[in-house]
Protein backbone atom coordinates (compact mmCIF):
# COMPACT_ATOMS: atom_id res chain seq x y z
CA UNK A 1 0.00 0.00 0.00
CA UNK A 2 2.49 2.43 1.38
CA UNK A 3 4.75 2.02 -1.66
CA UNK A 4 2.06 2.55 -4.19
CA UNK A 5 1.80 5.06 -6.51
CA UNK A 6 0.23 8.39 -5.60
CA UNK A 7 -2.42 8.42 -8.33
CA UNK A 8 -3.69 4.30 -6.74
CA UNK A 9 -4.12 5.54 -3.19
CA UNK A 10 -5.47 9.15 -3.67
CA UNK A 11 -8.50 7.37 -6.60
CA UNK A 12 -9.33 4.45 -4.88
CA UNK A 13 -11.27 5.54 -1.58
CA UNK A 14 -10.55 1.88 0.32
CA UNK A 15 -6.56 2.80 -0.30
CA UNK A 16 -6.90 5.87 0.80
CA UNK A 17 -8.55 5.57 3.92
CA UNK A 18 -5.95 2.99 5.06
CA UNK A 19 -3.30 5.35 3.75
CA UNK A 20 -4.85 8.53 5.41
CA UNK A 21 -5.01 6.72 8.80
CA UNK A 22 -1.52 5.84 8.39
CA UNK A 23 -0.18 9.04 7.41
CA UNK A 24 -1.99 10.96 10.19
CA UNK A 25 -0.60 8.94 12.84
CA UNK A 26 2.89 9.23 11.89
CA UNK A 27 1.84 13.15 11.12
CA UNK A 28 -0.03 13.36 15.00
CA UNK A 29 3.46 13.92 16.93
CA UNK A 30 4.61 16.92 14.71
CA UNK A 31 0.91 18.20 13.84
CA UNK A 32 0.92 21.42 15.84
CA UNK A 33 4.30 22.46 14.55
CA UNK A 34 3.42 21.47 11.03
CA UNK A 35 0.32 23.38 10.81
CA UNK A 36 2.29 26.42 12.13
CA UNK A 37 4.98 26.30 9.97
CA UNK A 38 3.18 25.43 6.27
CA UNK A 39 0.74 28.11 6.83
CA UNK A 40 3.41 30.87 7.98
CA UNK A 41 1.64 31.21 11.65
CA UNK A 42 -1.49 31.99 9.74
CA UNK A 43 -3.22 28.94 10.68
CA UNK A 44 -5.29 29.93 13.76
CA UNK A 45 -6.53 33.16 12.04
CA UNK A 46 -8.15 31.58 8.97
CA UNK A 47 -10.13 29.48 11.64
CA UNK A 48 -10.70 32.17 13.88
CA UNK A 49 -12.25 33.67 10.58
CA UNK A 50 -14.40 30.31 10.06
CA UNK A 51 -15.61 30.49 13.13
CA UNK A 52 -16.88 34.13 13.18
CA UNK A 53 -18.77 32.92 10.30
CA UNK A 54 -21.28 30.76 11.92
CA UNK A 55 -24.72 31.76 12.97
CA UNK A 56 -25.01 32.04 16.63
CA UNK A 57 -27.86 30.06 18.31
CA UNK A 58 -28.75 28.64 21.40
CA UNK A 59 -27.30 25.29 22.64
CA UNK A 60 -26.01 23.73 19.34
CA UNK A 61 -25.29 20.21 18.54
CA UNK A 62 -21.91 20.99 16.59
CA UNK A 63 -19.55 18.08 14.94
CA UNK A 64 -16.09 18.48 13.67
CA UNK A 65 -14.72 16.11 11.36
CA UNK A 66 -11.14 15.05 10.69
CA UNK A 67 -10.39 17.16 14.25
CA UNK A 68 -6.97 16.97 14.81
CA UNK A 69 -5.59 18.73 17.48
CA UNK A 70 -9.04 19.90 18.08
CA UNK A 71 -8.43 23.37 17.40
CA UNK A 72 -11.97 24.07 15.98
CA UNK A 73 -14.12 21.89 18.07
CA UNK A 74 -12.76 23.98 21.20
CA UNK A 75 -12.93 27.50 19.26
CA UNK A 76 -16.70 26.36 18.51
CA UNK A 77 -17.52 25.31 22.10
CA UNK A 78 -15.64 28.95 23.52
CA UNK A 79 -18.14 30.42 20.73
CA UNK A 80 -20.96 28.34 21.83
CA UNK A 81 -20.50 27.17 25.98
CA UNK A 82 -23.89 25.31 25.84
CA UNK A 83 -23.38 23.76 23.25
CA UNK A 84 -22.98 19.46 22.58
CA UNK A 85 -19.16 19.59 20.76
CA UNK A 86 -17.94 16.43 19.59
CA UNK A 87 -14.69 16.27 17.52
CA UNK A 88 -14.14 13.07 15.61
CA UNK A 89 -11.49 11.64 13.59
CA UNK A 90 -9.99 8.26 11.96
CA UNK A 91 -6.77 8.26 13.67
CA UNK A 92 -6.66 7.24 17.00
CA UNK A 93 -3.39 9.33 17.75
CA UNK A 94 -5.34 12.32 16.63
CA UNK A 95 -7.86 11.35 18.90
CA UNK A 96 -5.45 11.35 21.79
CA UNK A 97 -4.18 14.88 20.40
CA UNK A 98 -7.09 16.13 20.99
CA UNK A 99 -8.13 14.60 23.97
CA UNK A 100 -4.52 15.38 25.88
CA UNK A 101 -5.57 19.48 25.75
CA UNK A 102 -7.14 21.46 28.13
CA UNK A 103 -8.49 24.27 28.87
CA UNK A 104 -11.66 26.47 30.08
CA UNK A 105 -13.83 24.32 27.22
CA UNK A 106 -14.86 20.98 27.28
CA UNK A 107 -14.95 18.90 23.91
CA UNK A 108 -15.41 15.04 23.16
CA UNK A 109 -13.88 13.21 20.98
CA UNK A 110 -14.62 9.99 19.10
CA UNK A 111 -13.24 7.58 16.55
CA UNK A 112 -15.42 7.66 13.59
CA UNK A 113 -14.92 7.82 10.12
CA UNK A 114 -16.49 11.30 8.32
CA UNK A 115 -18.25 9.04 5.67
CA UNK A 116 -20.63 7.70 8.35
CA UNK A 117 -21.13 9.81 11.52
CA UNK A 118 -22.50 8.17 14.78
CA UNK A 119 -25.36 10.66 14.75
CA UNK A 120 -28.92 10.78 13.80
CA UNK A 121 -30.57 12.76 10.32
CA UNK A 122 -31.05 15.95 10.39
CA UNK A 123 -29.47 16.01 14.33
CA UNK A 124 -26.76 18.59 13.80
CA UNK A 125 -26.89 22.63 13.89
CA UNK A 126 -22.96 22.64 12.96
CA UNK A 127 -20.66 20.54 11.14
CA UNK A 128 -16.70 21.74 10.39
CA UNK A 129 -14.06 20.45 8.72
CA UNK A 130 -10.21 22.11 8.70
CA UNK A 131 -8.62 20.49 6.02
CA UNK A 132 -11.15 17.51 5.82
CA UNK A 133 -12.99 17.65 2.67
CA UNK A 134 -9.24 17.12 0.73
CA UNK A 135 -9.13 14.12 2.45
CA UNK A 136 -12.11 12.52 2.46
CA UNK A 137 -11.76 9.15 1.10
CA UNK A 138 -15.01 9.62 -0.85
CA UNK A 139 -15.82 13.09 -1.33
CA UNK A 140 -19.23 12.44 -2.71
CA UNK A 141 -19.94 10.36 0.50
CA UNK A 142 -18.68 12.57 3.21
CA UNK A 143 -21.02 15.73 1.36
CA UNK A 144 -24.08 13.30 1.97
CA UNK A 145 -23.40 12.07 5.10
CA UNK A 146 -22.68 15.67 6.34
CA UNK A 147 -26.38 17.02 4.79
CA UNK A 148 -27.80 13.70 6.41
CA UNK A 149 -26.93 14.92 9.82
CA UNK A 150 -27.21 18.98 8.96
CA UNK A 151 -30.89 20.14 9.83
CA UNK A 152 -32.23 22.12 7.31
CA UNK A 153 -30.76 25.72 7.88
CA UNK A 154 -28.22 24.19 9.82
CA UNK A 155 -24.71 25.40 8.46
CA UNK A 156 -21.52 23.18 7.27
CA UNK A 157 -18.35 25.43 7.38
CA UNK A 158 -14.97 24.11 5.66
CA UNK A 159 -11.22 25.37 5.58
CA UNK A 160 -8.81 23.59 3.41
CA UNK A 161 -6.01 24.21 0.63
CA UNK A 162 -8.16 25.29 -2.45
CA UNK A 163 -7.58 24.57 -6.80
CA UNK A 164 -7.74 27.22 -8.81
CA UNK A 165 -9.66 26.63 -12.00
CA UNK A 166 -7.09 27.75 -14.40
CA UNK A 167 -4.43 24.81 -15.28
CA UNK A 168 -1.00 27.34 -15.09
CA UNK A 169 -2.26 28.62 -11.53
CA UNK A 170 -3.15 25.00 -10.49
CA UNK A 171 0.15 23.86 -11.77
CA UNK A 172 2.70 26.68 -9.84
CA UNK A 173 0.20 25.99 -6.55
CA UNK A 174 0.96 22.09 -7.08
CA UNK A 175 4.97 22.99 -7.33
CA UNK A 176 5.08 25.28 -4.56
CA UNK A 177 3.47 23.01 -2.25
CA UNK A 178 5.27 19.86 -3.64
CA UNK A 179 8.64 21.72 -2.23
CA UNK A 180 7.07 23.45 0.97
CA UNK A 181 5.37 20.36 2.03
CA UNK A 182 8.44 17.75 0.81
CA UNK A 183 11.02 20.42 2.44
CA UNK A 184 9.29 19.93 5.83
CA UNK A 185 9.04 16.33 5.52
CA UNK A 186 12.20 15.64 5.02
CA UNK A 187 13.28 18.87 7.91
CA UNK A 188 10.08 17.18 10.47
CA UNK A 189 10.25 13.36 9.24
CA UNK A 190 13.32 12.96 6.97
CA UNK A 191 10.09 11.52 4.63
CA UNK A 192 9.70 14.49 1.67
CA UNK A 193 6.36 12.54 0.85
CA UNK A 194 5.23 13.08 4.56
CA UNK A 195 3.63 16.78 3.30
CA UNK A 196 4.38 16.46 -0.18
CA UNK A 197 0.95 14.69 0.13
CA UNK A 198 -0.85 17.93 0.59
CA UNK A 199 -0.30 19.31 -3.15
CA UNK A 200 -0.70 15.18 -4.48
CA UNK A 201 -4.09 15.53 -2.34
CA UNK A 202 -4.89 18.64 -4.01
CA UNK A 203 -4.20 17.43 -7.70
CA UNK A 204 -6.79 15.27 -7.61
CA UNK A 205 -9.35 17.38 -5.78
CA UNK A 206 -12.24 19.75 -7.47
CA UNK A 207 -11.42 23.46 -8.35
CA UNK A 208 -12.90 25.90 -6.36
CA UNK A 209 -15.85 26.20 -9.03
CA UNK A 210 -16.47 22.16 -9.36
CA UNK A 211 -16.00 21.88 -5.99
CA UNK A 212 -18.90 25.03 -5.22
CA UNK A 213 -21.30 23.15 -7.56
CA UNK A 214 -20.41 19.45 -6.08
CA UNK A 215 -21.67 20.48 -2.84
CA UNK A 216 -24.67 22.68 -3.98
CA UNK A 217 -25.75 19.04 -5.52
CA UNK A 218 -25.82 17.68 -2.13
CA UNK A 219 -27.59 20.31 -0.95
CA UNK A 220 -25.09 22.52 0.70
CA UNK A 221 -24.61 25.64 -1.39
CA UNK A 222 -22.18 27.85 -0.23
CA UNK A 223 -23.01 31.07 1.24
CA UNK A 224 -19.88 32.33 2.11
CA UNK A 225 -16.42 31.83 0.67
CA UNK A 226 -12.75 34.04 1.39
CA UNK A 227 -9.57 32.81 -0.18
CA UNK A 228 -6.65 33.20 2.04
CA UNK A 229 -2.68 33.38 1.29
CA UNK A 230 -3.13 34.32 -2.52
CA UNK A 231 -5.71 31.64 -3.22
CA UNK A 232 -3.89 28.89 -1.57
CA UNK A 233 -6.49 28.78 1.41
CA UNK A 234 -9.92 29.11 1.17
CA UNK A 235 -12.86 28.89 4.21
CA UNK A 236 -16.19 27.68 2.98
CA UNK A 237 -19.40 28.22 4.64
CA UNK A 238 -22.33 26.42 3.65
CA UNK A 239 -26.23 26.53 4.54
CA UNK A 240 -27.97 23.32 4.16
CA UNK A 241 -30.92 23.26 2.02
CA UNK A 242 -34.62 21.49 2.20
CA UNK A 243 -34.73 18.06 3.68
CA UNK A 244 -33.61 15.27 1.81
CA UNK A 245 -36.71 13.46 0.15
CA UNK A 246 -35.06 10.18 1.66
CA UNK A 247 -33.88 9.62 5.23
CA UNK A 248 -31.33 6.71 5.14
CA UNK A 249 -31.31 4.36 8.10
CA UNK A 250 -29.99 5.80 11.53
CA UNK A 251 -26.84 5.85 13.01
CA UNK A 252 -26.15 4.81 16.68
CA UNK A 253 -25.10 7.22 18.99
CA UNK A 254 -22.01 5.42 20.40
CA UNK A 255 -19.75 2.86 18.73
Given at each position: MRSEKTANYLQDSVAKRSYN???????????NIVTYVLSFGRDSSWKKWLVSRIPVCDSPRVIDIASGNGDLAFALAKKFPHALVAGT?????????????????????SLQDMQHLALRA?????VTGGYALRNAPDLDKTLREVRRVLKAGGTAAFLDFSKPSDAFA?????TL??????LWGFLLHGRPEIYAYIAESLRVFPDRPSLHALMASHGLPVTQSKLFFFGVMEAIVCTA????????GSHPRNR
Open positions: RWLFGIVAKRYDLTPAMIALGRGRHGPVCVAFNEADVAFAEYLKFWGGAEPLSETR
